[in-house]
């Protein structure tokens, strides 16, 4: 009996002590943009400094905000990264929870706007774009959103339609400027509907647009930040408007599953992540821009990104609540007065 307890413990001692362990398994359900670049940048770096193994899931918002609910009982992801108004949603049928702000580090270097977005506690903002409008500076000069709809300037310009990421956050802007902000849009979508007419194009897609102004069919359109760039090559000179209400936008948030048995480990990742050396490596590759705003990148960079101070204190953006209830009537309301 002792000889065989003696090559017992001579059997253990082959092999190291997290071997013995069962290895730690952290699920995250992400964008699926990207995935090579936060593979190397973010997922990598972080299984070697926490020691454990980052499984990854991605698909669209709503896959992903499906499957947490699918399996809220028993769930099976530890943390995501979702928009604003995906977290409330997730919040309002309890799929996440308060997020421990105290065991993030990282959490006092990150732009107010970033810190609480939805002004529950229950997520925290890593990235976010800028919208406002691209236009041609000798052409036009735009001081307010409303001045897309100057008589001389409206049959210049695109507007993106309702359905697209940027056309609530315009109209939004539109209806600040117009003195018209209820929550349910029908002012600025009613300025709209009464221009349809002008209004060269209602786009679907930003990528379009680039030529649009090139051949000098439109001068002026509301686009995100993160379509800027193809912008800056044309041969025309193309200013990024900074009106007086302020520039709208978007922005992107972690949260932590309830239930979740990996909640530390979650917190630890998140933390990772907003770090200045993650942020600012993920901002120089143009993947994400930078909620912590300790980060310092090139010009080159911070010309394509949602970059600096001033630009995160002028981002108005929708409040969750309002996107989620009034979706649907948004889009009644185009149908009925823009026909789109």
Request: with cysteine; charged share 25%; proline share 4%.
């Amino acid at each position: 009996m002792k000889t065989a307890l003696v090559a017992s413990a001579a059997m253990l001692s082959l092999f190291p002590l997290g071997a013995m362990a069962q290895e730690r398994t952290l699920t995250i359900s992400v964008y699926a943009f990207a995935q090579d670049d936060f593979k190397a940048l973010v997922y990598d770096p972080f299984e070697k400094q926490c020691g454990c193994k980052v499984v990854v899931e991605t698909g669209n918002s709503v896959e992903r905000l499906a499957k947490m609910e699918a399996n809220k009982a028993n769930p099976v992801i530890d943390m995501a990264v979702v928009s604003m108004a995906d977290a409330l949603s997730a919040a309002r049928k309890g799929l996440i929870d308060k997020i421990d702000t105290s065991k993030l580090s990282n959490f006092g270097k990150l732009y107010d706007v970033a810190k609480d977005p939805n002004g529950d506690g229950m997520s925290v903002g890593y990235t976010f774009y800028a919208t406002s409008i691209a236009y041609r500076s000798d052409k036009m000069k735009i001081e307010s959103w409303a001045d897309l709809l100057k008589p001389e300037y409206v049959g210049h310009i695109a507007f993106p339609n309702v359905t697209t990421n940027q056309g609530p956050p315009a109209l939004y802007m539109l209806g600040l400027a117009l003195g018209k902000d209820t929550p349910d849009l029908k002012g600025p979508i009613e300025a709209i509907g009464e221009n349809k007419d002008d209004i060269v194009t209602f786009y679907e897609k930003s990528s379009q647009l680039v030529q649009l102004m090139q051949q000098e069919e439109i001068w002026a359109a509301p686009i995100g930040r993160f379509s800027w760039a193809g912008f800056t090559k044309l041969d025309v000179p193309v200013a990024w408007a900074k009106p007086k209400e302020g520039q709208t936008g978007g922005m992107n948030v972690m949260v932590v599953t309830k239930g979740s048995k990996n909640q530390d480990l979650a917190l630890q990742f998140m933390d990772f992540w907003l770090s200045t050396d993650i942020q600012t490596k993920l901002a120089e590759k143009l993947i994400d821009s930078p909620a912590n705003k300790e980060v310092k990148v090139s010009d080159a960079a911070a010309n394509n990104l949602t970059y600096g101070e001033d630009t995160a204190k002028s981002l108005k953006l929708i409040p969750s609540a309002q996107a989620l209830d009034n979706r649907a009537a948004w889009l009644k309301e185009w149908n009925d007065k823009v026909g789109q």
